[in-house]
């Protein structure tokens, strides 16, 4: 393993698959997953190992971030769920200024999943 991963975004649909995927992979106590509420995660994913650090952690709050990702060596930043492009990058600005704050060294983004739909 090359560190300890935080996961932002893990109760969106995107976010459940990278976890469900995830979690055979890795030491549970590698694992950080960032939420604006870390109750609805626990709800949601009631067979969750008590290794897993749950930490708040909300794009729209960016000083909850530095502490969420505090102790990752990867950020896995999935993107903040809007079509306002503007919305989006001052959310995904402030998840990438927090991790460096935090030290992670890796990031890795999902691009947007529900694009204009227009061939180019």
């Known amino acids: 393993?090359?560190?300890?991963?935080?996961?932002?975004?893990?109760t969106g649909g995107l976010g459940r698959e990278v976890l469900k995927h995830i979690l055979p992979l890795v030491d549970p106590a590698d694992l950080i997953i960032a939420s604006p509420s870390p109750s609805r995660v626990r709800a949601a994913w009631p067979d969750l190992p008590a290794q897993v650090a749950v930490r708040e952690g909300d794009y729209?709050?960016?000083t909850t971030l530095p502490c969420a990702f505090a102790s990752a060596d990867i950020l896995f930043l999935v993107s903040y769920p809007s079509i306002g492009r503007t919305e989006r990058v001052v959310a995904h600005k402030a998840a990438i200024d927090a991790a460096k704050t935090a030290g992670v060294k890796r990031v890795?983004?999902?691009?947007l999943a529900f694009g204009e739909?227009?061939?180019a």
């Open 1 to 10: 393993m090359t560190g300890r991963i935080v996961l932002l975004g893990a």
């Open 117 to 119: 739909g227009k061939a």
């Open 60 to 62: 729209t709050r960016p």
């Open 108 to 111: 890795v983004y999902t691009s």
